[in-house]
């Protein structure tokens, strides 16, 4: 009575699932195997036919063709894949500081929608409309058309302050003189974040010890702050800044960002952060009423109640898809070929035009993208599984 | 001891919650921080909404007159380039003569979508009605038989075929999806990883680079000498691509039905694809409805892409129209909101219709 399985099958048949899934599979995989190799045969035979090369060999040849702005040096003599790796940059540029604004303003327009005051509310609403509802790339030739054909020639900028110009030819502005000082400084500053780190780590651990409360958000501020500002001091207190100067045809010194780079970032930044509004308004509004009941009835203020209850709860529901608008605002900044900003596809189809090796210079694009898409992906899975339920 | 009456004094009536003024005073001067955000916008709004109408309207030039226009540059815009120019930037570069073509086409085709989205429209003879205009869209724009001049797909333009590649790229790539969800959640481990691989490869890269490959890869992947339609090259990228990220929002709802249901519907002796048509797929679609019109809505935008690789679609069709004039380039501007206002209505009234059907399928959960 203790061992009666029913009789182990041995003898499949025919018609046994398991046999219709193995063939149902190897049909899949062959038709897929031979439609690779079709396309492949058909690739090859069209190259021999039309004589085109093949191979990555063209990567060590120069390049031929100036680009326009560029991380680190670059010049028309270097080789292709220097030209690449300038793309690749420019992509980079774009994608971290589009990411960084557009989380900011997504944000507070999110948070917006919660507003008591109904302007707020509508404005905020009005907003989130308005962007996504229209095509990211419309936006950008708008941006584009606006920075270059109604800002003033370069001899009649907006000043402000004489210390940023703001013109067709684009935005310049102030930065310090890197030397000693700002390098101990940004040494500083790391050192503290480091510290202010193991101080949070320790107030917690004080806090769950003896429920004494201290107050995190100063200290580590202060921490910050105040070891880039030793470092500042210990290399000789430097305050030399490079502002820029209206030259003849051109602003002088400073640092600048081209018409283009602020027109992809603009579009990029405005089309996501209505997305992330949205992302943020259904993570807040996921969070039941209940908890911040809850949280008044135990006497938190309303911002301690978003910061404490709120907020960390809205964050697990908020963190998947804040992930794919990264990801999306990351793969739209490809759109920068059609205003001519120097990013990784707009390189690699000047390649495609100049070599015609069309194989090798989309699959450097795909391989790019993937990579960043991939890698940030493992990352924002990582912080979520962080932030996700700890259940017992 | 006689107990005089008193009466009491009247109580205040309490105080009103409903109604405009108490409404106001909730919602626009609730507190101080409420008072000084209403009142600093209603000072930006004063300041600055006056020039925008004037520049807009008060002052704008509705003629197609390019010298008044240019008069106006500053002080008010230049309608004129769309009364001038919009049958360029609606038709891109058809025939001129033949444009009552297009237009028929795509009130037709716009008819079929309105209709579709219907509700007592949704019967059987639906199936016929899309039978019967989808070949009369393609007769219409491409002609060459019944007498009407053929037309070559490279001189298709402007809203028709950003409507057509939108409508086509939701059609075909909406059943690919839906495959490729159910093979995702196959238990045949072949299967399943083609599809993971095919959807993370493709929802990696953006689009651009699948329409590069449309554009300069496809001649290569076919036999020597033959190369399909640069229209049909563009519409199969468009369509895997977004067959990609309608999967993942198809399996979202496949995830979310209960095992239960499928082993009910097992035990009640039914196979596989029955079971998915009959029991698993109406529920999970149903539930998914949101992010589905999500995925359209994104496909309609992205149509506007392909004026990249030289398809004069809406967007392509404006550059067409105004680079070459340039009398008219100082006002493209003008055009962009034009356009904007075009795409702004189509998504914008997407995304309505799919507040509108989110209800509609929550009626029937909420008892």
């Known amino acids: 009575m203790s061992d009666r399985r029913p009789p182990k099958r041995r003898d499949w048949s025919w018609r046994s699932a398991a046999f219709r899934g193995l063939v149902y599979q190897i049909v899949a995989v062959a038709l897929i195997g031979f439609g690779i190799w079709y396309l492949a045969h058909n690739t090859l035979a069209n190259m021999a036919a039309r004589g085109i090369q093949s191979g990555f060999g063209f990567l060590f040849q120069p390049a031929g063709f100036d680009i326009g702005e560029s991380v680190f040096p670059y010049d028309a003599l270097d080789p292709y894949w220097n030209a690449f790796l300038v793309g690749i940059a420019n992509t980079l540029r774009v994608a971290i500081v589009g990411v960084v604004l557009a989380t900011l303003l997504g944000t507070v327009i999110g948070i917006g929608r919660f507003s008591h005051n109904a302007i707020v509310r509508g404005l905020c609403y009005g907003y989130v409309e308005l962007f996504r509802n229209i095509p990211v790339l419309l936006q950008l030739l708008m941006w584009y058309l606006l920075a270059t054909d109604w800002l003033p020639p370069i001899f009649d900028a907006i000043s402000v302050g004489g210390l940023f110009f703001l013109s067709k030819s684009g935005f310049s502005f102030p930065v310090p003189v890197w030397g000693l000082g700002q390098g101990l400084a940004a040494i500083g500053a790391v050192a503290g974040i480091v510290l202010a780190v193991i101080y949070k780590r320790w107030a917690v651990r004080q806090f769950e010890l003896t429920g004494q409360v201290r107050r995190t958000f100063p200290v580590q501020l202060l921490l910050v702050i105040g070891l880039a500002f030793v470092g500042w001091l210990v290399g000789g207190a430097p305050n030399t800044w490079s502002v820029p100067t209206r030259g003849g045809f051109a602003m002088e010194g400073g640092g600048a ?55 960390p ?36 189809n000047t390649s495609l035009n100049q070599t015609g090796r069309a194989v090798e210079c989309i699959a450097i694009i795909m391989a790019v993208y993937l990579t960043t898409s991939l890698s940030t992906s493992a990352f924002m899975n990582w912080y979520n599984t962080r932030a996700a339920i700890k259940e017992r | 001891m006689s107990a005089v009456f008193k009466s009491i004094a009247p109580r205040p009536a309490p105080v009103r919650t409903e109604g405009f003024v108490p409404w106001v005073r909730a919602n626009l001067f609730g507190d101080w921080k409420s008072i000084a955000t209403t009142l600093i916008i209603l000072g930006l709004a004063f300041a600055y909404v006056p020039g925008i109408v004037s520049w807009g309207a008060v002052n704008a030039v509705f003629k197609p007159d390019a010298d008044v226009c240019q008069a106006a540059r500053g002080t008010g815009a230049c309608w004129g380039v769309v009364t001038e120019k919009y049958r360029l930037i609606i038709f891109g570069r058809y ?26 429209f949704w019967r059987p003879s639906l199936v016929l009605l899309w039978a019967l205009v989808i070949p009369a869209f393609f007769v219409l724009m491409g002609g060459g038989m019944l007498g009407l001049e053929a037309v070559s797909t490279d001189q298709w333009g402007g809203l028709p075929l950003t409507i057509m590649l939108a409508t086509f790229g939701i059609v075909l790539a909406f059943p690919l999806s839906v495959v490729v969800a159910l093979g995702r959640r ?14 993370e490869l493709i929802r990696g890269v953006p689009l651009i680079s699948v329409l590069f490959m449309a554009s300069f890869m496809f001649p290569l992947f076919m036999p020597v000498g033959k190369s399909p339609d640069v229209l049909i090259r563009v519409l199969v990228g468009i369509t895997l691509f977004a067959a990609a990220y309608l999967a993942e929002t198809v399996r979202g709802g496949l995830q979310a039905i209960p095992k239960g249901q499928i082993e009910a519907a097992q035990s009640l002796g039914l196979s596989y694809w029955q079971t998915q048509r009959k029991i ?29 690789v030289s398809l004069y679609e809406l967007t392509g069709a404006l550059s067409l129209a105004l680079n070459s004039d340039a009398d008219w380039r100082p006002f493209k501007i003008e055009g962009y909101l034009f356009i904007t206002l075009i795409y702004f209505t189509f998504c914008f009234s997407m995304s309505r219709y799919s507040l509108w059907i989110e209800k509609r399928v929550s009626v029937s959960k909420t008892r």
Not at chain 1, 316 to 327: A, D, F, G, H
Not at chain 1, 328 to 347: C, E, R
Not at chain 2, 98 to 120: F, K, M, N
Request: overall charge neutral; charged content about 10%; hydrophobic content about 55%.
């Open chain 1, 313 to 348: 709860q809205a964050l697990r529901v908020i963190i998947p898809p804040l992930t794919s608008q990264y990801l999306n605002l990351t793969k739209n900044s490809s759109l920068a070929v059609a205003i001519g900003y120097p990013d990784v596809v707009s390189i690699a």
């Open chain 1, 257 to 311: 960002a081209s018409p283009e780079f602020i027109s992809v970032l603009l579009g990029l930044v405005f089309y996501t952060s209505a997305f992330i509004a949205e992302v943020v308004r259904a993570g807040i509004a996921s969070v039941s009423q209940g908890q911040v009941e809850a949280a008044s009835s135990l006497g938190l203020a309303r911002s301690q109640s978003m910061r404490l209850v709120v907020l």
């Open chain 2, 186 to 199: 196959s238990e045949l481990p072949a299967i399943r990883s083609l599809c993971v691989v095919y959807v």
């Open chain 2, 95 to 120: 025939p001129y003569e033949a444009q009552w073509r297009p237009e028929v086409a795509t009130i037709l085709l716009l008819a079929l979508l309105i209709a579709s989205c219907i509700r007592a």
């Open chain 2, 280 to 308: 698993v797929l109406p529920q999970a679609l149903a539930m998914v409805v949101p992010g589905i019109m999500n995925n359209f809505i994104a496909i309609f935008k992205d149509t506007s892409l392909v004026t990249i």
